[in-house]
């Protein structure tokens, strides 16, 4: 069961969870509401048919234009974008979601957004989502074991953030 | 005596009470390939538990890629699996060129299929030899280097570098092969293929070898699939899965017209397993032999495939087409393309925002999934079977940390 | 260890002719050796029990166990050394692989598992130390007195070197004397040991079976992690699930997003 | 040797003490020089497994002085010691390892009667002294004050001490042919043509052989079965913390005991200083024609047994650059599991053979029937009787040149 | 053959004056040339048998007092060599012969048995109360 009827099933299965979808895209994508990203990701792998038993890969999409010349001419509000493409091995589909949040949460600078951890669905999330914790800026509700994966544990900071600056030194290194 | 020690709530352990240790393997130790650090929770000689430390090599490739124009971020692509850094090239390639909607030619697609292969022979020497000299045998390390040698001289001479090429590009090739590259290209398969035979006598099918491996680091199918696994670790498990078959259609059609079989145990038997040696009886699907195995018939699988490309790119009269230019405008939109690199898929993701400049460029590594699952395989192992298991997942440290 | 050649050389010393020695090396420097005739012998006796009271004592003295293993295999070997030279080579070497190589490496496994920081050096209070000196003294005393008081044993030995006991030795164990009977001792009385033979054979046999039952792992009131962890560990039947959809032999078309539609 | 300082006119305990000496430094030339040429060989060997070169141009033709060169860099490099270690044990364990190896030498015969001591327990001496080596090895690792290092010494004791039951086990099938532990006259035994072997003896004891030849590279730490330094975990095992001379001397002690343990084996199963053609007794020469004569056998005698010797070792090297290590708990199932009960079984069926067929399967291979045990002449019913005292001392002396047994 | 005459020391009422014991010649001139007697071994044996007895009062450590035990029985081990040997028999003197090498080798065989029996009983004890330190083992008490 392929193409739109696709759509509707998942708007079925999870009512209100669909927010918008894009299917005329390069790799067509359907946004879902952030609250209800692990209950679509539940149903898509055990009850969706086809069954998405792999996830692919978790990305963190920081849409926020520090140069304000630039930022004048930009269309869309700065906010943090996830991207999650899922792939399922029994019928050799892939599938996107994509999930819109505040870049802090509460717009207070340092909060980070909150997002419920996928974790339980797939075991390989465990890492994807720490490494988007640690260079993005994310918090997992729900993620069994959140620290920094790549960067050292007491890292300042989120690198993949547009308007991260480089910390002059850590611990007696000179940053530049 | 006895009732005192049963009752009395203090005593729990009644064992020759060895505390449990906290063992550092890594960074710089001579078996994990590259700076992993494992730490091992062990009880006397079994390991309890295994927490792998990554991140020594991170050099946040993503973010220079915001910086620079997707033909200038080649050279970073190379410095991911350096073992196989055409894989990688060719994968960035293809995932801009998808973004872009753009066709190469048949020669360029030929061409791309010989070099892609030709790494992917060399990777898996490099992992062959290493995993030998994890379980502590000399010899295979340079027997597989010898003839890794041969590859890198023919890649020398395509494109002037041996380990990061910048080769593939977005748009084709940077040059075209020189003039009787082809038939040195061939007569190095020739002198190759038997000597696959040697490296199974030398390893696959050694006594100690199979008594190292079989039965070690079962990883089922469900796990593998769970932890998004991929490449030869996913084929050892049994999962039919080959992205040069089942992936998208602008990768699969690279391979269009290749006669090719995916190298994984269907209903119980290897494909033309009448050359290889037969599965010793104590292996069980999803141990490191049969990881180790899987790559073993990928080399010659790989092997099959490069002389198709070479004639099918002998046969291409058109010259081979320029690349893209460095500051091509890239269309707004995203495109997400994962290919099936020696280690495993390597996924790429790119956002264009309407200039030269990519908004957002995105990694997925292989080797950074396949490591994940070590602290499931390791759980209850003995401290030599660590290096043996970590080593049959053939992780590469670059890929990893990005 | 090189007690036996000693013997050979004490043996043959009184067979010289000192005189032949000295009109070839006329020179002064043989006159100056002050000693008529080393005997080998006595030397290496003396090197030997030295090194094995001395490191007995060091047993005492050390506070840290794991140097007073160390002296003790040191000491054991000097004894090895001393039952060599005493003619007794066969038990000096069963010394040497028994007591040396089997029992004192047992210890020493049982030092490194207990040998924890706090337990590896526990000193004595200098009072027990003076206590314990002042016991051994007399205690020495008391038996040295009893060893000088017979008077056969005052004489010195009469080198004569004894016969190999290897064989006599392991026949004796099968209950047949082979041995002369050394001069004066009672013609008939020599008896076999094949019964106590017998019993060392089936008593080591049970302490070493009670030995390994006693330190055996016990079992457990909470499981380990590791034994709960590794028997639920999912391992797959061997036989692959066949995939719905087997591909056929060439590269069919690619994947297709599961929202553009149209099948495989 | 002796004999010949006393016709100088030195007095007898003077010259007897140089004797000692000289042949105690010869021993330990021969560890030192076969140290030497194994380092050697051993770069060359597994160069040539692995299609490469190995030394070729230090000290000119074959790089024949590589190991030279590397003598001289330990000698050069610092000694270093982790301070968290224990002072006296971390300096005396390479020499306690030095020392228990080289003692094992006292006892070898290098031809017919060219030995540093003849013990009459020689066998059961050497097979003693190779078991203290562990002694030198424990004290390492735990001196070394790190886990890696405790690690890899309580293996290697574990292994090295569980090896020793089935190596005592082969080693006893030789003895009880010979009817005697002195290796002199094991080897003696085994004069003439190759047949006369022990390996040959009967089928029982060929496989004892291989069974010795696995327990020995097992008890020498070498080839599949050396998780002491197990590289690939415990990086380099006990002798991690060990650098310069200390070091040199663990290696010393591994390729002194290698030769020692492949030594062994030739003088057991494979006839020692008797070649496979007895050309000394087809050319007329034997002991007792003159001296230059005598001298020659045993410089003959002594070129079989090196040569015998270094291919066990050669074997050994091969053996190391071809297997991968089995695990630590593989190496113990090999032991108790294959070699020990294989060793017992053979042992039983070598005794049954010499039982039941002394004179051997060929009624040609004539065996003296009443094989002469240590003097003891089979007596009437079976009873072994003492021989009269004249008689024992004259049968042995038959043989032996100067010892007055 | 030298010999030499052995002062008598022993004073009428049989007990010696112990301030005399150093002054018994053990070796009349040179102890690198008279030959080795009985009275060697025993001294070596005493020696030995002493240190096994002060090693098993002083040491706290489990382990210790087993060293202690290892010690004693060597001492003993001695002297039965000693008396069983040939070389070291005065004139006349009867020896124990091949008996006494035997009485010996059991004792080496049960010692390595005995050995193996403690340590189980001790890494027991270690295990159960996690140290060795003998003093602590006061569980029984009433």
């Known amino acids: ?176 | 005596m006895s009732n005192l020690i049963d009752d009395d709530p203090r005593i729990i352990e009644f064992d020759v009470r060895t505390d449990e240790m906290l063992v550092n393997m890594g960074p710089q130790h001579p078996s994990t390939h590259g700076v992993l650090r494992l730490v091992l929770r062990t009880d006397g000689e079994i390991v309890s538990e295994t927490e792998p430390h990554i991140g020594y090599l991170h050099r946040c490739a993503e973010k220079i890629g915001e910086n620079v124009s997707p033909r200038q971020w080649i050279p970073y692509t190379d410095r991911l699996d350096y073992l196989a850094a055409m894989n990688m090239n060719l994968g960035w390639a293809l995932t801009v060129e998808k973004l872009m909607r753009h066709e190469v030619g048949e020669k360029a697609r030929h061409l791309r299929v010989l070099i892609a292969e030709l790494n992917r022979v060399a990777s898996h020497l490099v992992g062959m030899g290493a995993y030998g000299l994890d379980l502590g045998t000399f010899s295979p390390f340079l027997y597989a280097f010898r003839e890794r040698e041969k590859i890198l001289d023919l890649f020398e001479e395509a494109c002037g570098a041996r380990l990061t090429y910048s080769y593939l590009t977005v748009g084709g090739a940077t040059a075209d092969l020189p003039p009787g590259w082809l038939q040195k290209c061939e007569a190095f398969l020739d002198q190759f293929e038997p000597i696959i035979k040697e490296y199974h006598a030398l390893l696959t099918t050694n006594a100690i070898f199979v008594k190292r491996t079989a039965g070690i680091g079962v990883l089922s199918r469900d796990m593998a699939i769970d932890y998004g696994c991929s490449g030869p670790v996913l084929r050892g498990s049994g999962v039919d899965q080959d992205m040069r078959r089942d992936g998208e259609s602008i990768y699969t059609g690279m391979y269009d017209g290749y006669a090719f079989e995916v190298a994984v145990q269907k209903d119980g038997r290897y494909p033309r397993d009448h050359t290889y040696p037969s599965v010793p009886k104590e292996a069980v699907l999803g141990d490191c032999w049969h990881r180790f195995f899987v790559r073993m018939l990928e080399v010659v699988q790989s092997m099959d495939l490069i002389r198709q490309a070479i004639d099918r790119y002998a046969a291409c009269r058109e010259p081979l087409g320029e690349p893209l230019k460095l500051a091509e405008k890239l269309p707004v939109g995203d495109a997400y393309l994962e290919t099936e690199a020696p280690k495993g898929q390597m996924g790429f993701y790119i956002i264009g925002n309407g200039t030269s400049i990519p908004w957002r460029v995105r990694a997925r590594s292989s080797s950074f999934s396949n490591l994940s699952v070590t602290h499931e395989l390791c759980r209850g192992c003995l401290i030599a079977d660590v290096p043996a298991i970590v080593g049959s997942l053939d992780i590469v440290m670059g890929e990893i940390d990005r | ?264 | ?405 | ?142």
């Open chain 1, 1 to 176: 069961m392929r193409g739109p009827g696709f759509l509707e099933s998942i708007e079925a299965a999870c009512p209100g969870a669909v927010v918008g979808s894009q299917l005329e895209a390069i790799d067509p994508w359907i946004e879902i509401a952030p609250a209800r990203i692990a209950d679509v990701c539940q149903w898509l792998k055990t009850a969706g048919e086809p069954r998405f038993d792999a996830l692919q890969c978790i990305t963190a999409v920081d849409w926020f234009e520090p140069d304000p010349k630039k930022a004048a001419k930009v269309t869309w509000q700065p906010h943090l974008e996830m991207v999650y493409h899922l792939w399922s091995t029994p019928a050799r589909a892939s599938l996107v979601l994509k999930v819109k949040l505040p870049r802090w949460s509460g717009d207070v600078a340092g909060h980070l957004p909150e997002l419920p951890s996928v974790t339980g669905v797939w075991r390989t999330a465990d890492w994807h989502e720490r490494e988007v914790y640690d260079l993005s800026g994310v918090m997992f509700t729900g993620h069994p074991d959140l620290r920094r994966i790549l960067c050292p544990e007491d890292w300042v900071g989120y690198p993949l953030r547009k308007d991260y600056e480089m910390p002059l030194d850590y611990h007696g290194i000179r940053g530049r």
């Open chain 5, 1 to 142: 053959m030298m010999d030499f005459a052995v002062a008598p020391f022993m004073l009428p009422s049989g007990l010696p004056m112990p301030g005399c014991l150093a002054t018994v010649p053990l070796f009349a001139a040179n102890p690198f040339t008279e030959p080795v007697g009985v009275i060697h071994y025993l001294i070596v044996g005493a020696v030995l048998f002493t240190a096994g007895i002060a090693c098993m009062t002083l040491k706290r450590n489990a382990l210790g007092i087993l060293m202690g035990i290892e010690l004693v029985l060597n001492g003993a081990n001695i002297n039965f060599v000693a008396f069983s040997s040939s070389y070291l028999r005065a004139e006349g003197a009867p020896t124990l012969g091949l008996d006494g090498q035997v009485v010996a080798l059991f004792v080496i065989l049960l010692a390595a048995a005995e050995a193996a029996v403690a340590l189980a009983i001790t890494l027991n004890f270690y295990n159960n109360h996690a140290t060795v330190d003998v003093d602590r083992a006061d569980d029984l008490k009433g």
């Open chain 3, 1 to 264: 260890m090189t007690g036996m050649l000693a013997m050979d050389i004490s043996s043959l010393t009184d067979t010289v002719v000192p005189a032949l020695a000295t009109n070839f090396f006329p020179t002064p420097m043989l006159a100056a050796l002050p000693l008529a005739a080393v005997n080998w012998h006595s030397v290496l006796f003396l090197l030997f029990a030295g090194l094995a009271c001395g490191f007995a004592v060091g047993v005492v003295a050390a506070d840290n166990v794991v140097r007073m293993a160390l002296y003790l295999v040191f000491s054991l070997g000097a004894t090895a050394g001393l039952f060599f030279l005493a003619g007794a080579e066969f038990i000096g070497a069963m010394q040497l692989m028994i007591y040396v190589g089997g029992t004192l490496v047992l210890l020493v496994f049982g030092v490194m598992l207990t040998a924890q920081a706090p337990l590896v050096s526990i000193k004595p209070s200098s009072s027990d130390r003076t206590l314990a000196a002042v016991a051994g003294a007399s205690l020495l005393a008391l038996l040295l007195t009893a060893a000088f008081s017979v008077d056969a044993w005052m004489a010195p030995g009469t080198e004569v070197v004894p016969a190999p006991s290897a064989t006599p030795l392991g026949m004796a164990l099968i209950g047949v004397r082979v041995d002369t009977p050394p001069p004066g001792s009672p013609a008939g009385g020599r008896v076999g040991y094949m019964l106590p033979f017998e019993i060392v054979s089936v008593h080591l046999l049970v302490v070493l079976v009670g030995a390994a039952y006693l330190a055996r792992a016990k079992r457990r009131k909470t499981p380990r992690a590791i034994d709960a962890v590794a028997s639920a560990m999912p391992v797959e039947p061997v036989t692959a699930a066949p995939v719905a959809a087997a591909a056929p032999g060439r590269t069919a078309g690619g994947a297709k997003s599961a929202l553009v539609g149209g099948g495989r």
């Open chain 4, 1 to 405: 040797m002796a004999d010949f300082l006393i016709g100088l006119g030195l007095p007898g305990w003077l010259a007897w003490s140089i004797a000692a000496l000289v042949s105690a430094v010869l021993l330990l030339n021969v560890i030192a020089g076969g140290a030497l040429v194994f380092i050697w060989a051993e770069r060359k060997i597994a160069a040539r497994i692995q299609d490469r070169l190995g030394p070729t141009r230090t000290g000119g033709r074959f790089g024949w002085l590589q190991s030279l060169a590397d003598g001289i860099k330990l000698l050069a490099k610092e000694d270093l010691m982790p301070e968290g270690a224990d002072g006296l044990l971390f300096r005396l364990a390479p020499y306690v390892s030095f020392c228990a190896s080289f003692c094992a030498f006292i006892a070898l015969p290098f031809a017919f009667d060219v030995v540093g001591q003849r013990l009459n327990v020689g066998v059961f001496f050497v097979v003693a002294v190779l078991g203290l080596e562990v002694f030198g090895v424990i004290l390492a690792g735990y001196a070394s004050a790190s886990k890696w290092s405790l690690f890899g010494a309580m293996r290697e004791a574990a292994q090295v001490v569980s090896y020793e039951v089935p190596l005592g086990m082969c080693v006893v099938v030789p003895v009880m042919l010979a009817g005697t532990m002195d290796l002199v006259t094991i080897g003696e035994k085994q004069a003439g043509w190759m047949s006369n072997w022990y390996l040959f003896h009967d089928p029982f004891t060929f496989v004892i052989f291989w069974v010795y030849v696995t327990c020995a590279v097992a008890s020498v730490n070498r080839a599949p079965f050396d998780l002491a330094e197990a590289e690939s975990e415990l990086v380099a095992g006990f002798h991690t913390e060990y650098s310069g001379l200390r070091w040199s001397f663990f290696f010393m002690a591994e390729y002194g005991s290698m030769f020692l343990v492949s030594a062994l084996a030739a003088v057991l199963f494979l006839g020692g200083w008797n070649g496979p053609v007895p050309v000394a007794q087809l050319v007329g020469l034997s002991e007792g024609t003159g001296d230059s004569a005598a001298y020659f056998v045993r410089l003959l005698g002594l070129a079989n047994l090196i040569t015998k010797a270094t291919l066990g070792v050669l074997l050994m090297m091969w053996i190391r650059w071809t297997l991968p290590r089995l695990r630590i708990d593989q190496v113990m199932t090999t032991c108790l599991k294959y070699c020990t009960p294989i060793a017992a079984v053979m042992f039983a069926g070598a005794m049954f053979w010499q039982l039941l067929l002394p004179g051997g399967l060929l009624p040609g291979w004539s065996r003296p029937a009443g094989e002469i045990r240590e003097g003891w002449l089979e007596g009437p019913g079976g009873l072994p009787t003492p021989l009269p005292a004249a008689a024992a001392s004259s049968e042995s002396s038959g043989l032996a040149t100067r010892s007055p047994r």
